[in-house]
């Protein structure tokens, strides 16, 4: 057993993801997420799929990249 980094249970199913040389354990994707995915710098969400990186800044969608940088209207798209 390990426990969570986040929560810090101990449990019996806890997994590591290793990442960027480091070695994270939870015992969830919800701890896992937390800790771990990056959050939309505009609506401050998680970023659970792609994201969209404008110069080294990151949002979940073209829709918030767009609101946050007038220039992004010209490098991002959302698929209709």
């Known amino acids: 057993m390990a426990a969570c980094e986040v ?3 101990d449990y019996a199913m806890s997994f590591e993801v ?3 040389g ?11 997420i937390t800790r771990m ?4 710098e505009h609506c401050q ?3 659970l799929g792609h994201g969209v990186d404008v110069d080294g800044h990151w949002y979940c ?9 007038p ?6 798209a959302d698929r209709a």
Not at 61 to 69: E, I, K, L, T, V
Not at 71 to 76: H, Q
Request: aromatic content about 6%; glycine content about 2%.
């Open 7 to 9: 929560c810090g249970n």
């Open 18 to 20: 290793h990442a960027q």
């Open 22 to 32: 480091a070695v994270h354990t939870f015992d969830s994707f919800e701890c896992a």
């Open 37 to 40: 995915a990056p959050i939309c």
């Open 45 to 47: 969400c998680r970023i």
């Open 61 to 69: 969608c073209a829709h918030c990249a767009r609101a946050s940088q």
């Open 71 to 76: 220039r992004a209207a010209d490098l991002v």
